[in-house]
């Protein structure tokens, strides 16, 4: 678990390429940071530089400061389909697609910020 809170921890650090080994420095981020859950299905950076953080207690987006955490509304079609296990795609334009454990995948819309 902590390895993949590295990983993440790179992936947001991208700011420090072209520094030496050094200069790298890791942040664990966790629940108490806004983090959702400690159970961590997949992450990915998208174009715009966020970090998508799948987990068992919904889909999480980090900015680098903040967590945005993305959850199944069963008043919401256009809402996550549900919040279990997330894995992610992205296609050649930057799509960011997301399959869910339970079966089926969403499309993540920017504008308007649903699925």
């Known amino acids: 678990m902590r390895f993949l809170l590295a990983v993440l921890a790179m992936l947001i650090g991208g700011y420090a390429r072209g520094q030496s080994l050094e200069d790298l420095r890791f942040q664990l ?7 959702s859950s400690i159970w ?9 530089g966020f970090v998508w953080i799948g987990t068992y207690d ?18 919401d079609t256009l ?12 296609d050649a334009r930057g799509q960011l697609y997301i399959s869910y454990a339970e079966g089926g995948f969403s499309r993540f819309e920017t504008k308007g910020h649903r699925f």
């Open 29 to 35: 981020l966790d629940q108490r940071h806004g983090l």
């Open 40 to 48: 961590i299905t997949d992450l990915i950076q998208d174009s715009a």
């Open 58 to 75: 919904g889909l999480n987006r980090y900015d680098g400061q903040q967590f945005r955490i993305f959850r199944h509304d069963p008043e």
């Open 79 to 90: 809402s996550l389909l549900n919040d279990n296990g997330q894995l992610f795609y992205k």
